[in-house]
């Protein structure tokens, strides 16, 4: 959760902080968090190489001891430069979208940002009953401050944490000309994922299905006490099948002008084919040598959280491992939770998919 604001004095600081105007025309001064005691931002200062270089905008993985600008959250909106164009990658975890967003680091083009920790505030906020500020205005303001362009003629790309789905209907509808991939892995895959981190994925899809309920975003009729009763992957299946309900709704309601949807396999089946589709979609130019560099370059080559050489061919062997430890329990538990699927109308291949033939 957002701390409260401090008050910096020069003599903390080994540099000086910069005005509040130059720093909020500056995108390497990132809007870090949300306060909403104080209705204030908090910048902090990571150039665009560190931003590269870290797995994810948050404090695990930014440099240690870097001083924020506490800025009015309405101050802030009000100084920043005329946005870049700005897309979405949505996702349900475990599905290559930290891949995809560093694909999309590319000067001069696009610049990716991978799980900006402001919107994870702003659910958190929501989640407590988001007191003080009006929440559209909040997020109207934090869509304004993730625009600001890295370079001339580029886009950004967010790709939020998948704690922010929820929000993702409010910010498409704040922002008329963003457009979204809603990036899922298929079902047995994102089982074969969970199983395989062991307790670790374990508990983390109990968390999940935690801030989901306090979301009021699972509707498959089970009770609290149903959850209780089930095992670690059917809570995994639970999650993966309400965030697949939200892809669903977010496709309806934007229709396949401003919302595609894709699986992971057809992104690792055929990356360049998928990634030139997506950038035409995101409106980005993109030639044939400048897809090849992407295709071959850290982003598909590189794991996305270790940084180990990484290929799609790795991926796969690990998939095939966790699938043949975890088989019986696996299967057992996709079939139920199609079986739950159907009856909540919730499709495994949401529509408006990115590639035609895309099935998972």
């Known amino acids: 959760m957002p701390t409260a604001p401090k008050s910096v004095t020069m003599d903390q600081r080994t540099t000086p902080m910069p005005s509040v105007a130059a720093a909020v025309a500056d995108p390497e001064w990132i809007a870090h968090r949300y306060d909403p005691e104080f209705d204030a931002v908090h910048l902090l200062h990571v150039p665009r190489d560190t931003q590269r270089d870290a797995i994810f905008l948050t404090d695990e993985y930014l440099p240690k001891g870097l001083e924020p600008l506490v800025v009015r959250r309405a101050e802030a909106g009000g100084l920043a430069p005329p946005p870049a164009p700005l897309h979405f990658i949505f996702h349900s975890a475990y599905c290559c979208s930290t891949l995809v967003a560093r694909a999309f680091d590319r000067p001069g083009w696009a610049m990716g940002l991978k799980e900006p920790l402001i919107l994870n505030d702003i659910v958190g906020w929501r989640r407590r009953g988001g007191q003080g500020a009006d929440m559209a205005s909040v997020l109207d303001d934090t869509l304004t401050l993730l625009a600001r362009p890295y370079g001339p003629g580029e886009a950004v790309v967010v790709k939020p944490s998948n704690v922010a789905n929820i929000l993702a209907a409010p910010i498409l509808t704040l922002r008329p000309d963003a457009r979204a991939l ?179």
């Open 182 to 360: 809603l990036l899922r892995a298929p079902l047995r895959t994102y089982l074969a994922s969970i199983a395989k981190k062991e307790m670790d994925g374990r508990l983390w899809v109990r968390n999940l299905l935690l801030g989901l309920l306090d979301d009021n975003a699972v509707d498959l009729g089970f009770t609290g006490r149903d959850h209780l009763a089930h095992t670690d992957l059917q809570v995994a299946a639970v999650g993966w099948l309400a965030q697949q309900a939200i892809f669903q709704m977010l496709a309806e309601r934007f229709g396949p002008g401003r919302v595609r949807t894709l699986d992971s396999e057809t992104l690792t089946r055929d990356p360049a084919t998928v990634m030139g589709a997506l950038a035409a979609f995101f409106g980005l130019p993109l030639d044939a040598a400048s897809l090849v560099d992407m295709i071959s370059g850290p982003a598909f080559t590189r794991h996305s959280k270790f940084g180990s050489d990484f290929a799609s061919a790795d991926r796969a062997e690990e998939h095939r491992i966790a699938n043949q430890t975890h088989a019986d329990e696996i299967e057992k538990v996709a079939i139920w939770a199609e079986i739950v699927a159907r009856g909540a109308g919730i499709e495994l291949n949401p529509p408006a998919p990115l590639m035609t033939e895309a099935k998972s």
